[in-house]
């Protein structure tokens, strides 16, 4: 096999029918030698970030887009559909999810447990994913195989509901069940984040319910919901395939535009519309769980992914909780030793994301005192700008972190489809990068004023059960 | 997620090109397609070198994303722990970046983070490894950093404190997670007295009683030269890649590492014995069954593989079909074999619904005995295929790619290793899978944990008379108050 730079060069975007075949090979501007400037310092070079790609839809509908990586004899497919719990109905949450179990039981042309067999026979490996915005399914398997993943993709994109019995239907509820028993009942706080998303988005609004559904609407959804939601979103039209790997455009071009060619368009559908969530004042709320230590919890509603400020906080959270001199590890955890660990992020989404800090107190702490300085700190990034040190480590660890992201062929696959649906394109790279390079203390401190406010956020303590004097009480609480 | 890769599995290779002709005709759904040609997988050669003090040098080139990943291996892990002081090879990695050379620990996180780096220093059971993963435009920093927490760590007592606080606080929260307690019960369960039978974090009283001096010896006797090996895997050059890590490691000198010698061979175990923890109101149940097995050496090797991969080490395996595609019981059942220098466990668990507890045991005894038995043609072809030709997935990551070459040092494996996995995965016979499955899975002879409510699992566990049963509690197991190091 040759060993080809994946990375370097040559974007061709073809949204015409027609390859545009127009790759340029460019050396890539990899500096090997050690800078001579301050270690890190603005002065290290930063390779341009090219994925080259190939883009085309088909009659269907079908997006597609196709990315060669010859390093490993490996593909990656990967089917986005443009739906996630957002979609859902009250009374029916975890049907998205839901369906990341259906659809590997089995179509038209596969028979029941054999759309796993056949995978494994030939060294493949298959999962999926389900958020609010999206679920993803997909294949790694060798490259020789690319054309069984089109076979099973295609085949359970356009040929599922024929053979969907409700028996299987029922047998898959009953394993979500018991991912929700492992993954939320039975796990240490592990009912926080549907608690803190019933508390930012207020009912009515797409996120307010668990992407895993409650217990209740997974018994209570029929066959004909199940089905009906299939029809609705599970059509070409409403969804995205990426193949990253060792492969050649043409011939996995010809092979894709075969086996997706009998599958219906089905029905577009509607935009989702939703009115932005608003905070209008501070809630606080305490959970009471099976845990030795209590933590605390702190969420606002910010921008959507890709949209203005975004990047500001994805920098905020660095600044706030990355590494030991970060403010809130440094307080916290370093010099006051009053909490176990602490994390900040910003939880990027498409109708409008969420900021949320998480602190575990150690013994003996109560999450008022936690909060007491947690305060004290996003006042202080309020007040006054992180120091360009600061910023510097964040963007130096963001711009590692993306490389990172870029190594593995899966992870190259899931970029592409989440830049073409949230940004407009698949080469968003570059962009992506730079708009979190272009950002100073200003941006950082500016952004904490207008998206952390003090008197619109969720404020939840997760206690010790029969330990509610552990829960936060506010700035105006009492110091026991 | 749905689970569907199961852990503790390993993998294998093969490439191709397709036989492609015609366009865009509908296609033929009556059959899947076949695979085309496989073509074996060639690696980026991996460089063998040495440094000027004979330290071994792996260096693997691969021109991808601007990063590399960088290693160094330390043989002598958990297992050579001293008795008195489990946790100690852990916490000296952990130690390390908390002050060396002339720079503190917010001092060393403050070039990291600015360098774009990540630090990871842990003990295995095997080895203790300090790496740095860093874009390769500040690999010369990097390198310089990562030989100053390696040779100069300075273990200040203050920072000692730090995380003997921070450990101490996470085995208290060992308590609320039942897959904590289940691996903690599991290993005592099945390995006693035996280094295996700890965990490689220590215990509450080892992280009570260790001081800064055990850290300073342990840290002069198996950070040496003599114990190391360095692997580089990136976006590199060799020629200056061995340049750059000849001047951080090749003045490096120090008396020959003290010896170290594997843990012996654990007696296996006899009869059938049942650990019940209690988690009341637990709505699940970990179930952990198990026994000892042969360490990462054994001859058996490859044929244990595939015959784990149709037991419990695929989505398809027969333990994750029967527990969660048939009965639904759980949301993922699946087995595996620990491989380290001496003899690891063999494992096959899942957690299921409270409900289901003696149920599912039933199942997993069933299941137990049938790998015994001949294994069908069709489902060892598939699971040869399986463990074999995912091989190249294992490769995709710098750091992927370095682990696998630190096992290849660790575990003494030839150097055509990589090259050859496939092929003896695809030679295994049904005769030798039957072989070892019969010698290592034996569901006569093992233990069983199982963490849940115990008011309403055992009677259904009892009803089963599976062996004799031991109630324990949570804070029994973990060992919480405990005043020995070494109980």
């Not at chain 2, 012996?264 to 000892?292: C, E, F, N, T, Y």
Request: net charge negative; aromatic share 8%.
């Amino acid at each position: 096999m040759t060993l080809s730079p994946a990375l370097f060069l040559s974007v061709f975007a073809a949204a015409a029918p027609a390859l545009a075949q127009t790759a340029v090979p460019l050396p890539a501007p990899l500096p090997n030698a050690s800078p001579s400037g301050p270690p890190g310092g603005p002065a290290a070079a930063c390779p341009r970030i090219d994925v080259p790609y190939t883009q085309f839809q088909l009659a269907n509908g079908l997006n597609v887009i196709l990315h060669e990586d010859h390093t490993v004899p490996l593909v990656a497919v990967d089917v986005w559909f443009r739906v996630g719990s957002a979609r859902e109905k009250p009374g029916r949450t975890g049907l998205a999810h839901l369906f990341e179990h259906i659809l590997f039981e089995g179509s038209s042309h596969v028979k029941p447990g054999e759309f796993d067999k056949l995978l494994e026979g030939v060294g493949g490996d298959t999962d999926g994913s389900t958020n609010n915005d999206r679920t993803n399914y997909y294949e790694v398997l060798p490259a020789n195989a690319l054309e069984l993943a089109l076979f099973l993709e295609s085949d359970r994109m356009g040929f599922l509901l024929d053979v969907l019995s409700p028996a299987r239907v029922d047998q898959q509820r009953d394993v979500v069940k018991n991912e929700r028993r492992q993954r939320i009942e039975n796990q240490p706080y592990g009912s926080a984040s549907i608690r803190i998303e019933e508390e930012v988005f207020p009912a009515g609004h797409p996120y307010h319910s668990p992407v895993i559904g409650s217990m209740e609407d997974l018994t209570a959804a029929t066959h004909d919901d199940v089905a009906a939601f299939f029809r609705s979103f599970y059509s070409p039209v409403n969804a995205s395939l990426v193949v990253s790997g060792d492969f050649q455009t043409e011939e996995a071009r010809r092979r894709v535009e075969s086996w997706f060619s009998d599958v219906a368009a089905g029905p577009r559908p509607p935009v989702l519309a939703a009115a932005p969530a608003v905070l209008a004042a501070e809630k606080r709320v305490t959970l009471e769980d099976r845990v030795q230590l209590p933590r605390l919890y702190m969420a606002w509603i910010t921008p959507a992914q890709f949209h203005p400020g975004d990047e500001a906080l994805d920098l905020l959270s660095s600044v706030l909780a990355s590494g030991k001199n970060s403010r809130l590890y440094k307080r916290l955890v370093y010099d006051l030793q009053i909490a176990q660990d602490v994390s900040a992020v910003q939880d990027s989404r498409a109708l409008g994301s969420m900021f949320l800090i998480a602190v575990t107190a150690r013994e003996g702490h109560t999450l008022t005192e936690i909060e007491r300085i947690v305060q004290e700190e996003l006042d202080r990034v309020k007040r006054e700008p992180p120091s360009a040190r600061e910023l510097e480590r964040a963007v130096n660890q963001y711009e590692a972190g993306f490389y990172r992201a870029l190594e593995r062929n899966r992870d190259k696959a899931d970029l592409l489809n989440a830049y073409d649906m949230e940004a407009g394109r698949p080469d968003y790279f570059n962009e992506d990068l730079a708009r979190h390079r272009a950002l100073d203390g200003r941006d950082v401190q500016s952004i904490a004023r207008r998206q952390l406010p003090d008197d619109a956020r969720v404020v939840l303590s997760v206690v010790p059960t029969g330990k509610t004097p552990l829960a936060a009480t506010g700035a105006k609480g009492g110091s026991r | 997620m749905s689970l569907r890769s199961l852990p503790g599995i390993l993998a294998a290779i093969v490439l191709f090109a397709f036989s492609l002709e015609g366009a865009a005709a509908p296609p033929d759904r009556s059959k899947p397609p076949q695979p085309g040609p496989a073509v074996p997988l060639r690696l980026p050669e991996t460089s063998r070198l040495k440094l000027s003090n004979g330290i071994p040098v792996f260096l693997v080139e691969r021109h991808k994303v601007p990063l590399a990943q960088v290693l160094v291996v330390l043989r002598g892990g958990a297992s050579a722990d001293p008795a008195s002081r489990p946790g100690l090879a852990s916490l000296t990695a952990d130690l390390l970046d908390r002050g060396a050379g002339t720079r503190s620990a917010l001092e060393i996180s403050d070039l990291a983070d600015t360098l774009g780096a990540s630090v990871t220093a842990g003990a295995g059971w095997d080895t203790s490894s300090v790496g740095i993963n860093v874009p390769v435009a500040r690999l010369s920093e990097a390198i310089a950093l990562l030989s100053d927490l390696v040779r100069n760590p300075t273990f200040p007592g203050e920072e000692l404190e730090r995380v003997r606080q921070e450990r101490l606080t996470e085995m208290v929260q060992w308590k609320d997670d039942p897959a904590e307690i289940a691996v903690t019960a599991f290993a005592r369960a099945v390995y006693g007295a035996h280094p295996y039978g700890r965990r490689p974090e220590g215990n509450p009283a080892s992280m009570r009683s260790v001081t800064r001096e055990d850290v300073r010896r342990y840290h002069a006797a198996r950070y040496t030269p003599g114990a190391a090996a360095i692997v580089a895997v990136g976006d590199l050059r060799a020629t200056e890649m061995l340049a750059l890590l000849d001047r951080a490691f090749g003045s490096w000198s120090a008396g020959a590492p003290s010896p170290v010698s594997a843990p012996p061979a654990a007696p296996q175990i006899s009869g059938r014995r049942i650990i019940l923890v209690d988690k009341p109101d637990a709505p699940q149940s970990q179930i952990w069954i198990g026994r000892v097995g042969p360490p990462r050496s054994t001859p058996d090797y490859f044929a244990l593989m595939v015959a784990n991969t149709i037991l419990g080490g695929s989505f398809t395996s027969r333990l994750n079909h029967n527990l969660r595609e048939t009965k639904g019981y759980s949301y993922g059942a699946f087995s595996q074999f620990d491989y380290r220098i001496s003899t690891g466990p063999f494992l096959a668990s899942a957690a299921v619904q409270t409900d289901k507890t003696g149920p599912s045991l039933t199942e997993f005894f069933k299941e137990l005995e049938a790998i015994r038995e001949d294994v069908p043609a069709d489902e060892l072809a598939r699971a040869r295929n399986y463990t074999a030709l995912r091989y190249p997935a294992g490769f995709e990551t710098d750091a992927q790619v370095a682990g696998r070459v630190r096992d290849q040092f660790v575990y003494g494996l030839p150097d055509d290793y990589f090259n050859t996995y496939v092929s003896r995965i695809q030679a295994v016979t049904a005769a030798e899978v039957r072989r070892v499955t019969s010698q290592w899975i034996d569901p006569k002879n093992c233990a069983i944990v199982i963490v849940g409510d115990r008011r309403k699992i055992e009677p259904q566990v009892a009803a089963l008379h599976l062996g004799p049963l031991t109630v324990r509690s949570i804070d029994e197991v973990l060992d919480v108050k405990g005043k020995s190091p070494n109980p």
